[in-house]
Every structure is written in C-alpha cells, then in structure tokens.
T-cell receptor
C-alpha cells in the first residue's frame, strides 16, 4: 500500500471548517483514499473514501487533487465532538473486501471552543 | 447501517486464563473480518485477517496459537486470547468488511492482572 503523510496535530475553532491534509504521492492507479477517525477509547469510524473525484457525504467532503498525490478532508462546521485522531489511508478496493488497512499516526484534531 | 458490535467492551482477567472476544456485524454479512490491537498512545496494528469458513491469516509476530480466531459465520468472528499475560493487556478492535469499506467495532479493553 502507498504510504501517507499527515501533520501530527491541528487545532480548529468550533464552528469553523477543519481542513485536514494528506500526502500520498506514491498512490497507485487502483488505490482509493480512505478517511477514518478515532475518538478516544473507541473503534475507528469510517468517514469517507474516493478514487479521483471529489466526494461529499453527511459527515465530510473529500477533495482529491487532479494528480491524486494529495487530498484534503473537510469538516464544514467542526464541533467539539469532532475532536479525534484522523487517519488517511490508501488501499485497493475490491477483492471481496479483503484488503487490509494500514494505520499510520494520523492527525490529532483538537476543536477549541 | 454497517454496525459492528463487540462483546465484552472491557474485561479484567487473571494471568494464565483465557478470554474470548466476540465481533458481530449486525446489519450486513462480512466475508472478511479483521482483528487489530492498539497499545496506549499507539496506532492500530493488524493482528490477523479472518475469512469465513477458513483459517485466519496472521501478521508477522502474532502467535496463532495464542490468539485463536474463529470465523464460523458471515456475521460472527471470535478472538480468544489464551493463557493471557499482563503484556497482552491492550485494546482489541475488530472490523467487518463489505466489498469496499471496513467498519469497526467499538473495541474491547483487556486488562490482565
């Protein structure tokens, strides 16, 4: 799997947009970008994933650059409950879901009142 | 949708005893389930990949005879920590996979005295 690089930590004011960057310059053509987050002492929560088009769901938006070497997860209106470690992971899709996820250190997002 | 449960959420046991952790996908069938372990202030580390009806595939350094995995149905996988020791104390997290996304359970905190 391609490796990803994320900032160690970020702060965001409550109510503002949180923009979390991820670099994946060695991503392969068949690899998707996945985002998960882990709130303290809980299992990771799936947020969103994409291949090359921008994606949006009820939780967040994912912006992938045209060359696919980096992406940004956007939480449009951060709340205190969004304080968590955010993981950007690249992996192939398909194959009956048998592809594992390799977790790096992620970005510790702190939403400040 | 895509809810994964784990039981128990926490367990304390004496050294030398065995502990079984259950992982269930509640609203979908998962051909593949994964078991992770997370030590304090570290990221998730994959222990094994479990496919329904077949033997689990363990990651390097994970003892298959100590961490017994059974995946008897498309909705249930179990992890048994045999002859537990204090160094096995950790946060154990399972995930169930659809074709394109892994969904995680809430985790089980194991403390071995």
């Amino acid at each position: 799997d391609a490796k990803t690089t994320q900032p160690t930590s970020m702060d965001c004011a409550e109510g503002r947009a949180a923009n979390l960057p991820c670099n994946h310059s060695t991503i392969s053509g068949n690899e998707y970008v996945y985002w998960y987050r882990q709130i303290h002492s809980q299992g990771p929560q799936y947020i969103i994933h994409g291949l090359k088009n921008n994606e949006t769901n009820e939780m967040a938006s994912l912006i992938i650059t045209e060359d696919r070497k980096s992406s940004t997860l956007i939480l449009p209106h951060a709340t205190l409950r969004d304080t968590a470690v955010y993981y950007c992971i690249v992996r192939p899709q398909g194959g009956a879901g048998s592809y594992q996820l390799t977790f790096g250190k992620g970005t510790k997002l702190s939403v400040i009142p | 949708g895509a809810v994964v449960s784990q039981h128990p959420s926490w367990v304390i046991c004496k050294s030398g005893t065995s502990v079984k952790i259950e992982c269930r996908s509640l609203d979908f069938q998962a051909t593949t389930m994964f078991w992770y372990r997370q030590f304090p202030k570290q990221s998730l580390m994959l222990m094994a990949t479990s496919n329904e009806g077949s033997k689990a595939t363990y990651e390097q350094g994970v003892e298959k005879d100590k961490f017994l995995i059974n995946h008897a149905s498309l909705t249930l996988s179990t992890l048994t920590v045999t002859s537990a020791h204090p160094e096995d104390s950790s946060f154990y997290i399972c995930s169930s996979s659809t074709r394109d996304t892994q969904y995680f359970g809430p985790g089980t905190r194991l403390t071995v005295l």
